[in-house]
């Protein structure tokens, strides 16, 4: 059993960092925090929902810590901007072991001390059923330079990050409980994201949550474009027995990689690798909103949305 609402904050208090930016934290009504010279705030929030987004079964509880502060910090790096502060609200059974809750705490302050990020406040409360953890982060970027998800031009080449496609194998292998449990520790691209911010390099930017032909699709529809994706420049995780073309779907459509979606015009160069993470050009964008095509083996076919959406399979 978890122990009472205020000794569970007064647990959460003793692990939290501490940022220079947030003037009061944890202890009274609400935050106060700072914004440093000439910038403007970022805040996104994400639920994550036992059952939905994480299953106490399928992974560890510092791997669901972990997790649920990664989507919301990867959103910071998708806009080029360095996080601050995080609010954690959870929800738990009265049933859950109090050792369950001690580790995702550590899971989750354990990735945002490694990105100076304060808990700076939310709140707790007894869920009916399962775990539930509603996170909102809050970061910055220089006034005016924050990347966003408008702005790629035609003729624009079209840049993810790391590898696609390990969140989605791993997932399908616990569902058919053909493969052991495996924890993944998605890397937000904080520094990737600072990068390209600083030098003026993305035209667009979104991060790969959804699967990166949806993420892909909001980048165009955004923006007002289209996009040409060369199938065999997609940087593909090979951490899990698919066959090829069966990875390819994973990548395409997975999701839950956090890796970053961006674009930059020909002119700007890039290099191979950013802050130690490896970038590969996979396409180009082109006139025609939001159209997508696919190129593969030789032949280009329509490139469908086909990532996560909550509530699709209801219509």
């Known amino acids: 059993m978890p122990l009472p609402e205020r000794a569970l904050i007064r647990r959460i208090q003793d692990r939290v960092g501490r940022n220079r930016l947030v003037a009061r934290g944890i202890g009274d009504d609400c935050a106060v925090l700072r914004l440093p010279r000439e910038h403007e705030a970022l805040i996104t929030t994400d639920f994550s929902l036992e059952g939905v987004h994480f299953r106490r079964e399928w992974q560890s509880a510092e791997c669901s810590g972990h997790r649920c502060l990664a ?73 005016g330079k924050a990347l966003l998800r408008a702005g790629a031009c035609p003729g624009d080449r079209v840049y993810v990050t790391g590898k696609l496609g390990l969140s989605a194998a791993m997932l399908e292998q616990l569902r058919s409980r053909v493969g052991k449990k495996i924890d993944i520790f998605p890397e937000p691209r904080i520094a990737v994201g600072k990068w390209l911010r600083e030098r003026a390099i993305a035209s667009a930017c979104i991060d790969i949550s959804d699967g990166l032909s949806t993420d892909l699709f909001h980048l165009c529809e955004e923006s ?92």
């Not at 939310?122 to 775990?131: L, N």
Request: proline share 7%; charged share 20%; glycine share 10%.
């Open 71 to 143: 989507r919301g910090l990867s959103d910071i790096a998708a806009m080029g901007g360095e996080p601050i502060a995080a609010f954690l609200s959870l929800a738990v059974p009265s049933d859950l072991p109090q050792r369950w809750v001690d580790r995702f705490l550590g899971g989750f302050s354990a990735l945002a001390n490694k990105y100076n990020v304060e808990l700076a406040g939310g709140d707790t409360a007894q869920s009916p059923a399962g775990v539930l953890a509603d996170v909102v982060v809050f970061g910055s970027a220089p006034r």
């Open 224 to 315: 007002g474009v289209g996009a040409v994706i060369a199938a065999d420049a997609i940087p593909i995780s090979r951490a899990s027995p698919s066959a090829n073309r069966h990875a390819l779907e994973l990548a395409l459509h997975g999701g839950e990689d956090y890796e970053l979606l961006f674009t930059a015009p020909k002119s700007k160069r890039l290099p191979k690798v950013i802050a130690g993470v490896a970038i590969a050009s996979i396409g180009e964008i082109v006139r025609g909103k939001p159209k997508m095509q696919l190129v593969l083996d030789g032949t280009t076919m329509p490139l469908e949305a086909k990532g996560w959406e909550h509530f699709r399979a209801r219509r």
